[in-house]
């Protein structure tokens, strides 16, 4: 099982920035495709991110597609989500989750089902 934990959320106005960080308990997250999902009340929570184990591939949702961009670094076993261009309706709990190391791969890489382990959220709160 591995352990994540979020942190970076706040709150911005429309067209500003924020950067998100999850912490992997794991000592060789190299393992682990990681995305991101958020969610709002009364929703589904929805893939926003995604990132294979080695970092070689990324799937974005379209809503997000060139705003928003996630990276990895193994050596430190953290994930990133680098949010630009912000919108009110990115307003939401964000979560990152671990997956197996082929799920990345996939078309199943954005399916919250793919991801057994959850870190606790950090609220986003986008104003206009």
């Known amino acids: 099982q591995v352990q994540l934990v979020e942190s970076g959320g706040g709150s911005v106005q429309a067209g500003g920035s924020l950067k998100l960080s999850c912490a992997l308990s794991h000592t060789d997250s190299s393992k682990n495709s990681v995305a991101w999902f958020r969610q709002v009340p009364g929703k589904e929570r929805e893939g926003v991110a995604s990132?294979?184990?080695?970092?070689?591939?990324?799937f974005y949702n379209p809503s997000v597609k060139g705003r928003f961009t996630i990276s990895r670094d193994n050596t430190e076993n953290v994930v990133t989500l680098q949010m630009d261009s912000l919108k009110p309706e990115d307003t939401a709990m964000y979560y990152c989750?671990?997956?197996?190391?082929?799920?990345?791969?996939?078309?199943?890489?954005?399916?919250?089902?793919?991801?057994?382990?959850w870190g606790q959220g950090t609220q986003v709160t986008v104003s206009s």
């Open positions: 989750a671990a997956g197996g190391t082929t799920v990345g791969l996939t078309q199943r890489a954005l399916n919250r089902r793919e991801y057994p382990d």
């Open positions: 990132i294979s184990a080695g970092g070689t591939y990324a």
